[in-house]
């Protein structure tokens, strides 16, 4: 525990479970996300809950939020290393790194993407919720989300574009992203990675997809 942020395999660890955090926390976003596409009232049934929940809004809501920053500077910090690394190692670490995959070696790119992407998200939302709650201190409304919600895209071509394209950023973050952190907790058995390897293609591809649907569907629908 003591080498876990100055050694590398412990740094590799911390980076992966955090992603693991991130995962779940992307999993019950779309699942609540979703359901704004079949059924206006339950939807605001859910944001109502996950907005005014003790628990939620104090205890989960801080983690999720110091996840998210851990994340990224971890992922920071494991880039300039592995500059670092290429830079005193040579031609048989460059030889490597170039049999790695496109994904892999553009990491910090998808993930400054995405950091871009979640600054606009928490524009369009969370600080249109901490003024309505906190600032502006209006009445409790539990029918407000859906209608909040359907007016970030409606007639907003530009705001649902970014959105695809931040969530086509996602979708090739996690292609890499899923299995290698699997791999650097150490889950790695010839009897599951095969697989681990498929369930995370799909997850990958399946999460970012369905986020974009929400957007593109409230565009249209609206």
Known sequence: MANIFTSSIGRKFAMALSA???MIFLTMHVSINLIS?????????????MGYNFF?????????????????????ILEIKNKNA???????YSSNNANSSWLSRNM??????????MGLHLYDFWMHEITYKYIL??????SRYYPE???KFHNQPLRVGLYVISFIF????????????????GFNHRKYSSFIKKFGYGFAVIVPILFIFIAVFHFINS
């Open 137 to 142: 201190k209006n009445a409790v409304d539990s």
């Open 108 to 117: 910090i790119w998808s993930g400054l993407a995405i950091l871009a992407f």
């Open 149 to 151: 919600l359907v007016a």
């Open 170 to 185: 996602l979708m090739m973050h996690l292609l890499h992203g899923f299995q290698s952190a699997f791999q650097s907790i």
């Open 37 to 49: 596409v079949f059924s206006a009232d339950a939807f605001n049934e859910a944001s109502h809950f």
């Open 20 to 22: 693991l955090f991130l």
């Open 56 to 76: 939620i809004q104090f205890l989960m809501q801080p983690i999720l939020i110091a996840g998210v920053f851990f994340h990224f500077i971890m992922g920071f």
């Open 86 to 92: 290429r830079g005193t190692q040579g031609y048989s």
